[in-house]
Structures are given as C-alpha cells and as structure tokens.
C-alpha cells in the first residue's frame, strides 16, 4: 500500500527532495509516517535508486553554489575559502603539518622488542 502511493507521487517526490524538502515533509505530503514511508523506500531498490539520485542532485546543486560562491570572492581578491577547499580537495595544497600516522598491533610491538 505505502509503495503505490509513492509510485502514484513518484515525480513530485524526487523534485521535492532535489529541493531539499525533508523526509518528513515529503511523507506527509504523500499520507505516511516518516518510518512508513522510509522503510517502503528501503524496501525497494528502484524507489531507493530514485531517492538517491534525486538526494545526489541536491548535494551537486548546493556543491555548484558553494564554488560559485568561491570564484566570487576570488574575484574580489578574497581567497580564504579557495584556500580552504584547495586543502581538502588536493593533496598538492593540503597543509604540511599533517601528521601521519602508523598504527602498530600489539604483536608487532612485541616481535620489535624481543629483537
């Protein structure tokens, strides 16, 4: 039953979640609880696919703004934010006080001190 009203909905659906309407919002629109109408999605691949989807475009939208937003400020000779996801997008920029780590089990410890 829960999935033919989301199929019945299904194109309003996906535009309302690629314009960031929350599950509860979108639930309600279609008549379910929120559990109801995310475990219908969970229980079907296609339905799940095409909320994925619909929850990818949103995330590029807002990607897409947030660089547009970026290149403005550059424009404007601001660059701490370029800056900023020059450092976490690529490793050639990322800042050097990096530590690294190295995790060692507990055997390896031993076997290094009974050498």
């Known amino acids: ?23 509860a919002e979108i639930a309600k629109y279609v008549g379910l609880s929120v559990r ?33 937003n970026v290149m403005g400020q550059l424009e404007r000779g601001e660059n701490s934010d370029a800056k900023w996801l020059l450092e976490r997008t690529n490793p050639k920029y990322a800042k050097k006080d990096q530590v690294e780590v190295n995790i ?9 001190h009974g050498k």
Do not use: H, P, W
């Open 1 to 23: 039953m829960e999935n033919e009203r989301i199929i019945q909905n299904i194109k309003l659906i996906k535009i309302m979640k690629s314009c960031g309407q929350t599950d």
């Open 36 to 68: 109801e109408f995310l475990e219908a999605i969970d229980g079907d691949e296609y339905l799940k696919e095409i909320y994925a989807q619909a929850s990818q475009k949103l995330a590029t939208d807002i990607e897409r703004e947030f660089l547009n």
């Open 104 to 112: 060692r089990s507990i055997d390896d410890v031993i076997r290094e």
